[in-house]
């Protein structure tokens, strides 16, 4: 994961010397960035994703598509209106806050705006929606149709702004919630935007023994980095239908309950060893920083860490 960009001050300036950007491909076929100016706010994993929030003032892009599919979710409280030609068919409308729209990979679209805009810019890799969904990526599913006049997607939206408090710094849920997030992003995007688009499907149940062999695998490695498609693999499924299944089945999302068992092997190694190094527990235990595992060891406990481990001397 890298970050650029720091939202309280609006100012681009990270840690990341080069993060990932979204880029267009021109009619003359230069591919570029979407906009010349640095983001606001923008993350993601070379070749996976990259999330950007931009505030840009009235202007137009002449014709430009994208190697990936794209998703806009405007922000503030302003109405815009836009003028498109997607594929040469005209397109007029507003640009509202908090209503979407989509671009597939390969659709022509040329717009202008008349208005600043503030909004969330979202791409997603063609592999990662096929190591999403496993099968149910192939074929005709993954055909996505454009959908430039805005419209309202409210758990979609949901996902984008948790990715983005996930990237800009709030991510004390760690990877494989980060993982779960894209996850759902391309299960949503499939549904709402698949070309002839018809019911879900069910997916398959997590039966007890595959259940056991899942949670035996995490406790034993606790300590790792665990990965939602090193689990799905274990439980011959997709990514998508094991988070489904296993919340289904527990009652628990799978990134909540690896965090659950990571605050409390942290409490038994505090109370095993308290002379240990909080942060040795912290990486023996497998959280992804420091700050990560005082955060959620006090979610879970109650308490700091630090405040815990005196309170066993309390006793």
């Known amino acids: 994961m890298r970050v650029h960009g720091q939202p309280s001050s609006g100012a681009v300036d990270g840690p990341a010397a080069n993060p990932p950007r979204i880029r267009i491909r021109t009619d003359a076929g230069r591919v ?21 929030r931009r505030r840009v003032e009235p202007g137009s892009l002449s014709a430009h598509t994208f190697d990936e599919h794209v998703m806009m979710l405007p922000l ?6 836009f003028d498109s030609r997607l594929d ?19 659709d022509s ?3 202008s705006w008349y208005g600043p805009i ?28 454009s959908r430039i006049p805005p419209h309202e997607d409210q758990v979609l939206a949901h996902l984008l702004l948790a990715l983005q408090a996930f990237v800009c710094g709030q991510r004390t849920s760690g990877r494989l919630f980060e993982q779960s997030l894209l996850t759902s992003i391309a299960h949503r995007m499939v549904t709402a935007y698949a070309a002839g688009r018809g019911k879900e499907a069910r997916g398959p149940s997590l ?25 799905a693999r274990l439980a011959d499924m997709s990514p998508y239908h094991l988070a489904r299944a296993f919340r289904h089945g527990t009652g628990n999302t799978l990134w909540r309950y690896v965090l659950e068992c990571r605050a409390r092997r ?8 308290p002379q240990a190094m909080l942060s040795e527990v912290a990486s023996a235990c497998g959280f992804d920083s420091y700050s990560q595992f005082v955060a959620i060891f006090r979610r879970f406990h109650g308490m700091l860490p630090s405040e815990y481990r005196r309170s066993l001397s309390r006793r």
């Open 32 to 52: 570029v960035p979407y906009f010349d100016a640095p983001p606001v706010e923008c993350g993601g994993v070379d070749g996976s994703y990259v999330l950007e």
């Open 76 to 81: 503030g409280t302003q109405a815009v209106r």
């Open 88 to 106: 040469g068919r005209a397109l007029r409308g507003l640009v509202e806050p908090g209503r979407l729209r989509f671009l597939a990979r390969g």
């Open 109 to 111: 679209l040329a717009t």
């Open 118 to 145: 503030d909004a969330l810019f979202l791409t997603l890799s063609t592999g990662l929606f096929t190591q999403a969904l496993g099968e149910a990526a192939r074929g005709s599913r993954t055909r996505l149709a």
């Open 207 to 231: 039966p007890a023994w595959k259940l056991k062999r899942l949670t035996d695998y995490i406790h034993d490695r606790l300590g790792d980095e665990l990965s939602l498609l090193d689990l």
């Open 266 to 273: 942290a409490q038994q190694a505090i109370a095993a060893h």
